[in-house]
């Protein structure tokens, strides 16, 4: 099955496209140059989504093999932007792959005084006034050689020129003969204050020998939001100029390359799904996407359009022109209001002329449009656009008039009246969900009641899958994944369809269910996380999502090997299902688990024995199927369910022997057979024979008797008590 692009950046020079390996070997012949004592900040410059933190991926690939160089890499967008929390990680991260060396002897003794440190334990006493800020003159006194334990005071400490060369003597001593380069990315997602305090962190550290930290910005963008809190007057450019002592330029990506790269994808998606371009489709492809390419800039703009042709070409190819498909996609994404201007501009754009004479066409009929034409705004190469796109647009201006309305229904152009609304159609309802609007949704994870409302408005049945996928693209930015799963869990209850399995598709619940185990995979309280899921479904009743939920959780934490695997110790998951069973048992106090529903609640029988025993099952049962009727309809309950291919009618299964002897594991299956004889409709059943038995399988031609929803008839309760008392007595 084809896998949409991910946005996030490459990791193995085998997916470089770019020939970002050529750069990232230059980069590190720069670094190595550095004498061991020198310690610089570096500036790598690059637009957003221009590839910086792949090229970054690189350099740490290769720098992994040198003895010389450690590197280290932190994201400062993903630790929340707070200068503390990152300066401190800087040292953990410098400690750590010093101490985990083999030879511990400086590097170890290195290792533990940056672990002091960091915890603001000097590695010697003091007893002098420390400047809490190097801005005021604000003092603290020391006499214990121990500052309180909160990385606040790390910096401060740091930028004590009082205090600091004894320790930094004593540091660099350590990392002799050694360079550390710290990688610092996405510093360009943050407000300038946050950009500030940063810069201001690493620079009381920045000249310690050996050390030297990589900054991956866009320069522009860090420059105006730094200048915003400066005093009026001060450059932001200025400001940045000052810390960073060696900028470069990530290399531009030539225009030819971005093309040849989307050029590549396409054609891969086109042999993909078995569409062949005819010549002139493939130059009239070319000359629309070159009055268009100037909105694709960089790696990024490339995924962005290869995932949408990913969802859109297997419903949309052999139903409307793919090159018009192709193209109209890339101005949905890139110029949101040419393409409005398109929807709604339908008469204009394809009603043809049918009156022969030119001059009589321009000097009359076409009066009316050429001035409604000249109305739009829209600048000369989207007009030209327009003019390639359709044939009777471009007869406004041309004076020529293209009549052959076949030829563009053959080829299921946009221009065609038959056509034109297939493009739109779908187009909004089922994709129109950008990235941009999943990244705010993932950055409400820990607001839950704004993020119900953006979840809401945003995501929907049609665009449910590739919402989910482009969720996972952005996992690393999900502030609360356990607010953000009960949430998805809360909207997909709405959909009517949750538990429909089109074809061989996973329903939109089962799949929620395989992309929350991928959100909490990172979790540290996978247990409590579970377990918050569960109650939270059994708080809203949803009584047919509970058993989906134990289930996911007891097949998974088995599969080992499974991509989907959830990780809990033995200790855990029997605690899990401890929890479990204690729901199951509070519903059965209150009646609520159902004995004779047509949805997913039936298999809360399954676990209620299988975390307990028999023992409760069977009384609860007893205590509430007493009649034939209810006997029969508790056991077509677990009747499988089977939907033909192609169409949406489910039907079901007949009785067989290991739904027969589930059901006798819940409960005593004598109890039920005896309630059965005992009815006169049914006694004449006993000792039946097998060829008198009737077997859905035997008449889904003949009529509809199986269909789900029919179960509660007169026939269908016949065929089952058949089914049953056979097994039974063939059982005893």
Do not use: C
Not at 12 to 36: L, M
Not at 236 to 260: A, C, M, N, R
Not at 693 to 719: C, H, K, P, T
């Amino acid at each position: 099955m084809s896998k949409y692009t991910s946005d996030q950046p490459i990791t193995e020079p085998t997916n470089d496209e770019f020939n970002r390996a050529v750069f990232a070997t230059d980069f590190i012949k720069i670094i190595s140059n550095f004498k061991d004592t020198e310690s610089y900040v570096i500036g790598l410059y690059g637009k957003w989504g221009s590839g910086k933190t792949s090229t970054i991926n690189l350099i740490l690939k290769q720098l992994a093999s040198k003895n010389d160089i450690y590197s280290i890499s932190i994201n400062a967008w993903a630790l929340g932007g707070d200068h503390e929390i990152i300066l401190w990680d800087i040292l953990n991260q410098i400690s750590t792959k010093l101490t985990d060396k083999k030879a511990k002897t400086k590097r170890a003794r290195f290792g533990h005084l940056l672990k002091k440190v960091s915890k603001a334990e000097l590695p010697f006493d003091l007893s002098s006034e420390i400047p809490l800020d190097s801005s005021t003159k604000n003092n603290m006194n020391s006499s214990s050689g121990k500052i309180l334990n909160t990385v606040s005071y790390l910096g401060q400490i740091l930028s004590s020129s009082d205090n600091i060369s004894l320790a930094r003597n004593r540091i660099e001593s350590y990392i002799k003969n050694k360079k550390i380069i710290v990688f610092i990315d996405d510093l360009d997602r943050l407000p300038g204050k946050q950009i500030i305090n940063i810069l201001r962190s690493i620079n009381t550290i920045a000249d310690y020998g050996g050390i030297s930290y990589v900054l991956l910005i866009d320069i522009q963008y860090v420059s105006s939001a730094v200048e915003e809190q400066l005093p009026f007057g001060q450059s932001g450019s200025e400001f940045i100029e000052k810390v960073i002592q060696l900028p470069i330029d990530l290399p531009t990506l030539t225009q030819e390359k971005i093309d040849h790269v989307l050029f590549d994808k396409i054609n891969i998606l086109l042999i993909e799904h078995k569409i062949t371009l005819s010549e002139d489709e493939i130059q009239r492809f070319q000359r629309l996407y070159f009055e268009l390419n100037k909105y694709i800039k960089s790696p990024r703009d490339i995924n962005k359009i290869i995932n949408v042709l990913r969802f859109r070409m297997p419903i949309s190819n052999t139903e409307i022109n793919i090159v018009d498909l192709i193209i109209l996609e890339i101005i949905r994404l890139f110029d949101k209001r040419f393409y409005e201007i398109i929807k709604t501009h339908r008469d204009l754009l394809i009603n043809h002329i049918h009156i022969p004479s030119v001059k009589y066409r321009l000097d009359s009929h076409n009066k009316k449009r050429t001035i409604d034409a000249d109305k739009l705004d829209i600048n000369s190469d989207q007009k030209e656009i327009l003019q390639q796109l359709f044939p009777a647009f471009d007869a406004l201006y041309t004076n020529t008039n293209f009549s052959n309305k076949d030829t563009l229904r053959k080829l299921k152009r946009i221009a065609d009246e038959n056509y034109f609304d297939l493009f739109f159609a779908s187009l909004d309802s089922e994709i129109n969900v950008s990235n941009k609007q999943i990244l705010e949704i993932v950055q409400l994870s820990d607001t839950p009641d704004k993020l119900n409302k953006a979840l809401f408005s945003t995501i929907n049945t049609n665009n449910f899958d590739f919402a989910l996928r482009l969720i996972i693209d952005n996992i690393s930015l999900i502030k609360d994944p356990l607010i953000l799963s009960t949430n998805l869990l809360d909207l997909v209850d709405t959909f009517q369809t949750k538990y429909d399995s089109p074809g061989l598709q996973l329903s939109p619940f089962s799949t929620l269910l395989l992309r929350i185990n991928d959100i909490l995979r990172g979790s540290n309280t996978k247990l409590t996380d579970y377990i918050t899921l569960l109650d939270h479904n059994y708080h809203k009743k949803r009584i047919e999502t509970l058993p989906l939920l134990i289930r996911e959780v007891d097949v998974y934490s088995e599969k080992k090997d499974s991509k989907y695997h959830i990780n809990l110790t033995e200790d855990e998951l029997a605690e899990y299902k401890k929890h479990a069973l204690e729901i199951i048992t509070s519903l059965s106090v209150n009646n609520e688990i159902p004995v004779a529903s047509h949805d997913t609640s039936n298999f809360l029988y399954a676990y209620w024995v299988k975390y307990g025993d028999k023992t409760n099952s069977d009384k609860y049962i007893k205590r509430r199927v007493q009649t034939s009727t209810e006997v029969l309809d508790f056991i077509s309950q677990f009747l499988g369910k089977a939907t033909t291919l192609g169409t949406s009618i489910s039907r079901r299964t007949d009785l067989n022997s290991s739904t027969y002897e589930s059901i006798d594991s819940y409960v005593d299956v004598s109890y039920l057979y005896q309630i059965l004889i005992s009815d006169s409709t049914y006694n004449q059943l006993m000792n039946i024979k097998q060829n008198t038995v009737d077997y859905f399988e035997d008449m889904i031609d003949e009529n509809a008797l199986s269909i789900v929803g029919n179960e509660q008839s007169a026939e269908f309760r016949l065929i089952i008590a058949k089914q049953f008392i056979y097994l039974y007595e063939q059982n005893t």
